[in-house]
């Protein structure tokens, strides 16, 4: 039976995978972050037909089925190896930490920014797609264009905790999958993560500004000046609760172990 990994080699794993994230090429990162763009909106169009099937005969229990649904597309992001904002926080930012010298921002700032840029470019133009009349299951339209309302009517304050909240459950998602070694355990995870993000639900500002972007190809009280604002909310709160509740906090972890070894 495989003896699970220390904090330490799951670190040296992470730091591997960030270095591999930062050498890709510009052509391959944005090819990368525009496939899980599109890939994360059939998990957001399942929610969305799921939830118009369910609710007019078990109510709330809607919410629950369409949660359960939504991993499927999180599943696919993980077994793909795509790249999506907010997952490659972790592996990136321990490279930059473990590289002695540089804190290698200018690296950093193109790998976020070309991915924020192509999941968002990826998601909307796929969602003109399932935004076509009759590709969707009947009552789909209505489901998505609710949610995309209620997404857009919270407060600032509950729209950031919530971004706070998904950016920590994703970037715990990128480091736990270097824990583990089967494909089935990363299957495990991903699902598990994406159900608990959709049961919130919890804002990834990917996953939350295409579902604000069908509400207004559906026809949903909302305007671009809400996308807008839900994009900045959500990508603040992604940093806040990806980096600094999740990162930086396992960078300490394993740093602090290492010094501790030092001075025995």
């Known amino acids: 039976m495989p003896v699970a990994p220390d904090p330490a080699e799951i670190f040296d794993r992470t730091v591997d995978e960030g270095e591999r994230r930062l050498n890709q090429s510009l052509l391959e990162l944005a090819a990368t972050s525009f496939i899980a763009g599109f890939t994360i909106v059939f998990g957001i169009a399942a929610l969305g037909a799921v939830d118009a099937m369910v609710e007019p005969q078990f109510g709330d229990v809607a919410h629950i089925a369409a949660a359960l649904t939504f991993g499927i597309g999180v599943v696919f992001l993980v077994v793909g190896r795509t790249e999506l904002f907010n997952e ?6 321990a490279k930059a930490v473990d590289q002695s010298g540089s804190w290698m921002l200018s690296s950093l700032v193109r790998l976020w920014t070309v991915t924020l840029v192509f999941n968002l470019v990826g998601g909307f133009l796929f969602a003109l797609v399932f935004a076509v009349d ?3 299951p009947s009552g789909s339209a209505h489901a998505l264009g609710e949610t995309a309302e209620v997404i857009v009517n919270r407060p600032m304050r509950a729209m950031f905790g919530s971004a706070i909240v998904g950016g920590a459950l994703v970037s ?4 736990l999958l270097e824990a583990v070694n089967s494909v089935r355990s990363r ?4 699902y598990t993560v994406g159900f608990l993000l959709a049961l919130g639900p919890f804002d990834h500002v990917i996953v939350t500004a295409i579902h ?5 190809l559906f026809d949903a009280e909302i305007g671009y000046g809400a996308l807008s604002e839900t994009i900045v909310v959500s990508t603040a709160g992604n940093f806040v609760g990806g980096l600094g509740l999740i990162t930086f906090t396992h960078v300490a972890q394993v740093h602090g172990a290492r010094t ?3 001075t025995r």
Request: net charge negative; aromatic share 16%.
């Open 88 to 93: 490659n926080f972790v592996a990136p930012a």
């Open 134 to 136: 009759g590709v969707l």
């Open 172 to 175: 715990l998602l990128s480091y």
């Open 187 to 190: 299957i495990t995870l991903a």
């Open 212 to 216: 604000v972007f069908f509400g207004l």
């Open 260 to 262: 501790s070894d030092e």
